[in-house]
């Protein structure tokens, strides 16, 4: 790692530079745009490869789906009526698909890029907990394959970011290192995971289903696979198995073996929740709904009466504009170095600045007591304590005793009456409650999550500052969590995600 830095040298690292984001239509991805447009108008140019037919309707994706966002308000406020053509000097959208060697785009363009390329950050990723297995893989394994296959090509790259997720250690206990993950390492003693092995498998199943030409079954048994794939190595769900994939293939193609001699400097930035915007540009901006928000959307809708919670244990957040600053400090902070191991950052709060499930608990309480929500016929709804169940063992009881007795109940006056309204009716509450059941066993591990996470080479990061950054936030003990959930985050919820 390089030594002291301050907040200048960030910005002027990245003047002139040529930087390709992928995953820029995503919620974090938007937020590193705009902070490199705004705190560096000098960036030379910002690559966006977007799923696309074609280069104009790349350019429009770009638009809409990035540029268009209300989070972009306080840059358009500083270019005023050059925004546009600001935009289109320093924005270059690519037509392109991670999922295809070479992402899909044409010779010429990858020429174009190899050359001028000095920075990569890869941010592409489906974060579907029961993707289909086919679909994860491609994604999160072999577009970071392909990505890093491109960045071998660039003569003038001077660091590769990749964002992973801190989960990729699956169900622990304790303090979980920064560390990378070695070649096959599986959470399951006794198993050993080959990547090769899971494309073939993952092919031969696609095969045979798309034979069988029945294309939801072949959804249905594709994210069934990824599961059991998933937990057979020690993994809770498809998502944080396949990105653990994701980093095993970092690791081969561009540290390990052949890849060292290439020289790349490589950062793996793991992040915890993301929530919404703490300071800058637009607090409490936020995109998608995480976990957490489950509590805070029940409220709202007062559809919830329990939650799997316990609230003594500690929820690992940490606000999307944090994350994007420790992305932006890290480059710095590893361009050109001379070695090709792996730099491995836990942005998360768990051990730096715990904050208990408790303090959503009381903010969201706080917080629709004081802004309560008005039912269709005007009157105010009143809001009521939620109960939490401590362990899984504990909600899966309540849930049989509360549903599953009556839904038998319901299907047994179905046969015996032969009524239609009762047949319906079960199949209505039967496919609420699996549904219910599938999200305890896919968000369980995290609600009830026991680790915290190291940080010490981000507490290295935040003490090379030579001063107490404003711009460049790394620390989440600025931050007050009662008040950011309260004043920021809710308020946030309530208006990007649920339109209120």
């Given amino acids: 790692m390089v030594g002291t830095m301050d907040e200048a040298r960030i910005i002027e690292y990245f003047k002139n530079k040529s930087i390709l984001i992928t995953g820029s239509t995503g919620f974090l991805g938007k937020i590193l745009v705009e902070k490199i447009l705004r705190v560096q108008p000098d960036v030379r140019k910002i690559y966006l490869p977007v799923r696309a037919v074609d280069a104009a309707t790349a350019k429009q994706r770009m638009q809409t789906e990035v540029i268009g966002k209300e989070l972009f308000g306080l840059l358009k406020e500083q270019h005023g009526k050059g925004f546009q053509s600001f935009i289109d000097e320093k924005i270059v959208p690519l037509a392109a698909d991670m999922m295809h060697q070479n992402l899909g785009l044409e010779e010429s363009t990858l020429q174009e890029l190899a050359k001028d390329l000095n920075i990569i950050v890869n941010g592409a990723a489906t974060t579907n907990f029961y993707e289909r297995y086919d679909v994860a893989l491609d994604v999160n394994v072999m577009g970071v394959k392909y990505l890093c296959q491109l960045a071998k090509k660039c003569a003038n790259l001077e660091v590769f970011l990749h964002v992973s997720t801190a989960y990729v250690c699956g169900e622990r206990s304790g303090v979980v290192q920064e560390r990378a993950l070695r070649e096959g390492e599986t959470l399951r003693e006794g198993t050993y995971l080959d990547i090769e092995t899971e494309l073939r498998l993952v092919g031969e199943q696609r095969q045979q289903l798309e034979d069988a030409g029945d294309a939801k079954a072949e959804r249905k048994a594709m994210k069934d696979l990824g599961l059991a794939r998933a937990r057979h190595f020690g993994w809770p769900n498809t998502y944080v198995f396949t990105k653990a994939m994701g980093e095993m293939m970092l690791q081969e193609q561009l540290v390990a073996g052949a890849g060292r001699r290439h020289g790349i400097p490589v950062v793996i930035a793991r992040p915890s929740i993301i ?73 998360t709060s768990s051990m730096r600045h715990p904050a208990a499930y408790a303090v959503l608990y009381r903010t969201g309480w706080r917080y629709f007591l004081e802004n309560p929500r008005v039912g269709k016929d005007g009157v105010a709804v009143r809001t009521r304590p939620v109960y939490f169940f401590r362990t899984i063992a504990s909600f899966r009881a309540f849930m049989a005793v509360a549903y599953a007795l009556p839904l038998q109940l319901l299907r047994l006056l179905s046969l015996l009456c032969f009524g239609l309204l009762f047949a319906r009716r079960y199949a209505d509450l039967s496919r609420k409650y699996s549904f219910v059941m599938q999200l305890v066993d896919l968000y369980g591990p995290f609600a009830l999550f026991k680790a915290c996470f190291d940080d010490l080479n981000m507490e290295k990061l935040r003490l090379s500052m030579a001063t107490p950054p404003s711009v460049f936030n790394l620390d989440p003990k600025n931050i007050d969590w009662d008040d950011y959930f309260y004043r920021i985050h809710i308020p946030g919820v309530m208006k990007y995600v649920l339109n209120k």
């Fill in 275 to 347: 929530t919404s915007v703490h300071r800058d540009p637009l607090p409490g901006w936020i995109e998608g709904t995480r976990t957490i928000d489950a509590i805070i959307i029940g409220y709202a809708k007062q559809s919830l009466s329990c939650f799997l919670a316990d609230l003594d244990l500690i929820m690992d957040v940490v606000p999307g504009d944090l994350v994007v600053n420790a992305m932006m400090a890290a480059m710095v902070a590893h361009s050109r170095g001379s070695s090709s191991e792996m730099a491995v950052y836990h942005v």
